[in-house]
Nanobody
Framework: QVQLVESGGGSVQAGGSLRLSCVASEYTFSMGWFRQVPGKEREGVATLVRTGTTDYADSVKGRFTISLHNANNTLFLQMNSLKPEDTAMYYC???????????????WGQGTQVTVSS
């Protein structure tokens, strides 16, 4: 199966920035970032199809940017203007079809914690 390894999480003050990375072991058609906090349902943050089409949650539009370095299958999430409500465990996910673009992904990373303080 596809292996995904996230990195780049950490602690930052509100208004700051972080850049998350996710290295995939092989090609996947679609990839995305999801987040979850204790006691709450997992939510989609941003997804991408390898051809370049992207989609964002309303809560992060204008602040987050998802991108893919095709040569080495590395997915990025640039997070700017971070808010305390962005605090969560962020998971990288991937799929071999467009389903992951819609939130149904086959492969998941272990997560990287993002903490935003006020």
């Amino acid at each position: 199966q596809v292996q995904l390894v996230e990195s780049g999480g950490g602690s930052v003050q509100a208004g700051g920035s972080l850049r998350l990375s996710c290295v995939a072991s092989e090609y996947t058609f679609s990839m995305g970032w999801f987040r979850q906090v204790p006691g709450k349902e997992r939510e989609g943050v941003a997804t991408l199809v390898r051809t370049g089409t992207t989609d964002y949650a309303d809560s992060v539009k204008g602040r987050f940017t998802i991108s893919l370095h095709n040569a080495n299958n590395t997915l990025f999430l640039q997070m700017n203007s971070l808010k305390p409500e962005d605090t969560a465990m962020y998971y990288c996910a991937a799929g071999r079809s467009w389903l992951c673009y819609s939130g149904s992904c086959e492969y998941w990373g272990q997560g990287t914690q993002v903490t935003v303080s006020s």
